[in-house]
């Protein structure tokens, strides 16, 4: 599990898993309900890059807290959250608290989309920190890369934030927030954010020093990999005709919408 933005698993007992081609309309009802703070929920993890076929077991956003707590005329991110908590209530949505999380449901066929929401400061920059770009088939995921992250912060005498960027190890002033200036310190300076986007891409990037950065973190015990799930013929046909369906279905209502104009 992303133990890095998580705080718990299922919160709601109908909550289940869904394609990621349901992610759009997700987004746009509960951004919809955002709508009046004048802040917009922004993917991130795989939400950020969905793929039909993939399924979730929630999608994960994050939320400006300055925005919010003008709005809601609070002074911090506890108050944000009660303000939010507050408002999809009003919206007829059930919520749940747990730590720096709201958990929102979200009715859809068979069950509910459990929407999990991060206040966060300087939203739009700490989004890009958690944008991936993993191989598929990869035994890594998105909480490797941080740990990618940190350990080469670490060895560069500073630390990795995945909600603040790279921070002095010694005071934890900041030394970057820009996701293009993070990997250049990180890397190397022709690095660029795309070099960050997943382990693969970072061991590639460091040449000959990846091996050695990969051994090492192959070492710790926390260090976790999941067994590459096996597509069968039959599986990628489903997903096959569920994006067409989907291509079929938006061709369907954009004629529809120009007859009926």
Request: glycine share 10%.
């Amino acid at each position: 599990m992303k133990t890095i933005l998580k705080e718990g698993g299922n919160m709601f007992a109908d909550a289940v898993e869904f394609d990621h081609s349901q992610i759009a309309p997700i987004l746009k009802q509960v951004n919809g309900i955002m709508s009046a703070t004048g802040a917009k929920l922004i993917p991130i993890g795989s939400g950020a890059t969905p793929t039909a076929g993939k399924k979730s077991g929630d999608l994960d956003v994050i939320v400006d807290q300055d925005i919010l707590a003008q709005h809601f005329q609070v002074k911090d991110a506890k108050g944000a959250k009660a303000g939010l908590e507050q408002l999809f209530n009003q919206a007829g949505l059930d919520t749940k608290k747990s730590g720096t999380i709201v958990h929102v449901r979200v009715p859809i066929e068979g069950g509910s989309a459990q929407v999990d929401i991060m206040v966060v400061p300087h939203a739009e920059i700490v989004s890009k920190y958690h944008i991936h770009d993993i191989p598929a088939g990869s035994p890594y995921k998105g909480l490797n890369k941080q740990l990618a992250m940190a350990k080469l912060a670490k060895d560069q005498g500073m630390k990795w934030s995945a909600f603040k960027g790279l921070l002095n190890r010694a005071d934890d002033a900041i030394v970057a927030t820009d996701i293009d200036e993070i990997a250049k310190i990180l890397i190397g300076p022709n690095a660029t954010a795309k070099d960050l986007g997943s382990v693969e891409s970072i061991v590639k990037a460091l040449g000959p020093k990846g091996a050695q950065l990969l051994a090492d973190l192959k070492a710790d015990p926390n260090w976790k990999e999941v067994a590459p799930k096996t597509e069968s013929l039959a599986d990628k046909q489903l997903a096959r005709i569920k994006e067409l369906s989907g291509v079929l279905l938006n061709k369907s209502a954009m004629f529809s919408g120009a007859f009926n104009k």
